[in-house]
């Protein structure tokens, strides 16, 4: 490789340090290093220090099923990924390497060498997860970096072979691979023979891991897991860290040799994921992904009334998390389904009991949920100067502002709640008690997004994934959690109060109670409404924002 | 020639974005390269740059092609974009650097320097990418790519960032740069910063030369024909019948 590919990357890992570094300097960087340090190591030292778990996964050990799950990533990436394949070079090196000196084969070389680094942290973090797997966590790191290796190795060699080939030819050779896929495990389940209807999930598992066929498609991979589960330098990590190795190499060959005309397709698509990155910067999660290729809006909502100005901009949120939202939305349908209908299926013998257990887990999931929906103040970090320019009253915006992901989220929950209704067995005490909650759902939602939109302004930062290393980031996500945790606790406690009031006065009736604390978290809600705008009035717009 | 394109197709799938173009630019000529958005301009730059694969032609930069040889055609090239994206955690004269390194220059600091100076970036040597405006990052792109004192420069619209203390600077750059041997391309919708400075025009409009020639001809040409045209009323009378758009298989 050339030097000065090496010296750009001993340049950016300097870059980097320099960036951790720099921002430890000030008061506040350091604060929340501390903060977030002092939640990391605890959680290293537990994992460090608990006993190992014992056998492996699904039943079987490391490596029975660690190459069936990588298999199985493997095809999964071929057969479901998108049509057009390229390499994902940043837009510095685009503009910087593409018209260099630099032959491709170079830059491949480059981009493997980076891939590798950027894969250390990722090791890392994999092979101290899997420590309970390993008897040796040197053994544990090496099979780790030689299964991320192998990962982007793959999908580097899938691209160069679908740009060889041509688009056409690629989809065909996606269809084939299907095929072939099929044809594996119609051969593997052969070899097992005997009836599959017959057997147990698990026990099914074992018998296909078990036969010959899937013996000799997995041993390259196998030698990863070997390597992550060797027990001793030699002979089982060197044999099996070197096979590992030279799986890599055989795909790093068939990479060079390739030398695909990739640049084309590798700036083109590097373009597209940028201008993404940069929309989910300014817009957080799905901003704009419900746009067509050629920029269509495909969803359009009728404006709201005027409501002092509070319509309008609700209206540019809503239709933003409309166009934005649909893989969101079928993401937290999904979360809803995969975590709700257990706990539904579980709880249904104790009908009485249903809602009581379901709210503050609803409750709690939103917590955490609000960074889901960002169509609010923390969406439009880079629009902010424009909001300012408007001639509405600050208090109004707020309202404005927050009505997106109040009303998504209270929708989301209130079809949850209706479908506890009706899957539930009819009661006196069913009915009113889902309409308590309706009741407590929109001014609960509107207090967490008002309360993260208030910490969002007085403390900005964009929403991006911290880099690997970064305590800050992880330290202001334990502050900001803890601090929403402690205000919703102050509510619901004056709340709770009031209610537990009513409910001695009322001879005990819980319905009463309800209703006598619901304006307590209505005027909570209320309340947070002048500090969201009080926040936006100071917020400095020329301020340096940290990603 | 330092830089010759020679019957040059570009196609996007089935879009046509240039259909068949050819021209040269000679050492110390500065050719404008003018067309309203989606004329062709920066895929023909880019092109030339080695980003992009010609559908058909042949692309020559200092007698390398780029193709063929983009190796050696890259060493003798400088491509600024019309967005300059950095290294955001390096710092500017760790551009420099990597550069130098790049085009394997020996003492190169006295020109950085130099450089610097010129586009007013000395107090920001030691400063992130990432704290650069615009125009900044432009003048530090444009500073990177005269580095290795190349033969072919293409520079695509290096006015809109810049001051306009920034944008003379840019001029005088391009200027010298020609008078010392390389063949400039540059690419602008400013078409009254432009005038001064070029001394060739080729108009591309859909993908085709509508126009090409030396400034002074063309001058001269409708002086001629009793028109007194500056080059923004060319541009305009040249380009105000658009020919509609082509597909894939289409005559020109």
């Not at chain 1, 090791?123 to 544990?140: E, N």
């Not at chain 1, 509070?310 to 937290?332: K, N, V, Y």
């Not at chain 2, 960032?161 to 005088?172: A, C, H, L």
Request: positive net charge; charged residues 15%.
């Amino acid at each position: 490789m050339n030097t000065a590919l090496w010296l750009l990357i001993g340049l950016q890992m300097r870059g980097w340090l320099r960036y951790l570094l720099r921002s430890l300097r000030t008061l506040k960087g350091a604060l929340l290093a501390l903060v977030g340090l002092a939640v990391f190591v605890p959680w290293l030292l537990a994992v460090v220090l608990t006993p190992r778990p014992g056998d492996g996964v699904f039943g079987h050990g490391l490596r029975d099923a660690g190459p069936a799950l990588l298999l199985l990533y493997c095809f999964m990436n071929v057969v479901f990924s998108s049509g057009e394949r390229a390499i994902y070079f940043p837009p510095a090196e685009v503009n910087f390497l593409f018209p260099g000196p630099f032959s491709r084969r170079e830059l491949l070389g480059y981009k493997i060498v980076s891939t590798l680094i950027i894969g250390l942290p990722t090791a890392l973090f994999m092979s101290l997860m899997l420590r309970g797997y390993s008897s040796w966590f040197v053994a544990s790191f090496a099979g780790m970096l030689l299964i991320v290796l192998f990962m982007q190795l793959f999908s580097m060699t899938i691209n160069l072979l679908a740009i060889s080939v041509g688009a056409r030819l690629y989809t065909r050779g996606r269809k084939l691979t299907a095929a072939l896929a099929v044809l594996l495990g119609a051969a593997v389940l052969l070899q097992v023979g005997g009836s599959p209807r017959q057997w147990q999930p698990e026990e099914m598992f074992n018998k296909l891991l078990d036969a010959p066929a899937w013996k000799n498609v997995s041993w390259p991979l196998r030698s990863f897991f070997d390597a992550v589960a060797a027990e001793r330098l030699w002979p089982d990590l060197v044999q099996s860290a070197a096979l590992g190795a030279l799986v890599n190499l055989f795909l790093a060959g068939v990479i060079f040799a390739l030398d695909a005309q990739y640049l084309e397709a590798a700036a083109a698509a590097s373009a597209r994921i940028y201008a993404r990155m940069q929309r989910l910067r300014r817009g957080g999660m799905g901003s704009g992904e419900g746009l067509r290729r050629g920029g269509t809006a495909r969803i359009s909502l009728p404006m709201l009334p005027w409501l002092g100005g509070i319509g309008p901009i609700g209206w540019r949120q809503l239709t933003t998390a409309a166009r934005g939202a649909d893989r969101l939305l079928l993401l937290l349908v999904i979360l809803g389904v995969a975590l709700g209908a257990p706990m539904l299926a579980t709880l249904r013998d104790e009908q009485e009991n249903v809602l009581l257990v379901l709210a503050p887990v609803a409750l709690w999931l939103t917590l955490f949920m609000t960074t889901l929906l960002p169509f609010d103040f923390r969406g439009d970090i880079d629009r902010l100067a424009l909001l300012k320019t408007l001639p509405l009253p600050a208090w109004r915006l707020a309202i404005g502002q927050l009505l997106a992901p109040v009303l998504l989220m209270t929708t989301l929950q209130g079809i949850g709640l209706a479908v506890v209704a009706w899957t539930s067995p009819p009661s006196d005490w069913l009915l009113p008690a889902c309409l308590v909650c309706a009741a407590y759902v929109p001014p609960i939602n509107f207090l967490l997004f008002a309360l993260d939109n208030l910490l969002f302004l007085l403390f900005p930062t964009r929403l991006m994934a911290a880099t690997p290393g970064d305590f800050q980031a992880l330290g202001r996500s334990v502050l900001f959690l803890a601090a929403k945790v402690t205000a919703l606790g102050i509510v619901c406690g004056v709340a709770v109060i009031v209610g537990a009031v009513m409910y001695v006065a009322s001879d005990e009736s819980l319905l009463l109670a309800a209703l006598a604390a619901w304006p307590v978290v209505v005027l909570s809600a209320a309340a947070l409404v002048p500090l969201v705008a009080w926040a936006f009035t100071i917020f400095d717009v020329g301020r340096d924002t940290p990603v | 020639m330092s830089i010759v394109v020679e019957d040059f197709h570009k196609n996007y799938g089935e879009t046509v974005a240039v259909t068949g173009i050819d021209f040269t630019v000679a050492p110390g000529e500065i050719l404008g390269l003018l067309g309203p958005n989606g004329a062709g301009k920066t895929t023909t730059l880019r092109a030339l740059a080695g980003i992009l694969t010609p559908t058909h032609g042949r692309l020559l930069i200092a007698g390398y092609d780029i193709v063929r040889e983009p190796v050696a055609a890259k060493a003798a090239l400088a491509y600024v974009p019309d967005d300059p994206q950095l290294f955001d955690r390096l710092t500017l004269w760790e551009h420099f650097r990597f550069i130098a390194a790049a085009y394997r220059l020996r003492d190169w600091t006295g020109r950085a320097e130099q450089m610097l100076e010129r586009l007013e970036l000395v107090d920001k040597r030691d400063a992130l990418a990432s704290e650069l405006s615009r125009g900044m990052r432009q003048k530090l792109a444009v500073g990177c790519g005269y580095l290795h004192q190349p033969r072919a420069v293409l520079l695509d619209e290096p006015f809109t960032g810049p001051d306009p203390r920034g944008i003379r600077t840019m001029k005088e750059l391009i200027r010298e740069h020609a008078a010392a041997g390389a063949a400039i391309i540059v690419s602008s919708h400013l078409l009254s910063l432009f005038e001064d400075l070029i001394t060739t025009v080729l108009i591309l409009h859909h993908g085709q030369v509508l126009r090409q020639g030396r400034l002074d001809v063309l001058r001269g040409e409708l002086a001629r024909n009793g028109r007194q045209e500056t080059l923004e009323e060319l541009f305009f009378r040249m380009t105000e019948t658009p020919a509609p758009l082509m597909e894939s298989g289409q005559a020109p």
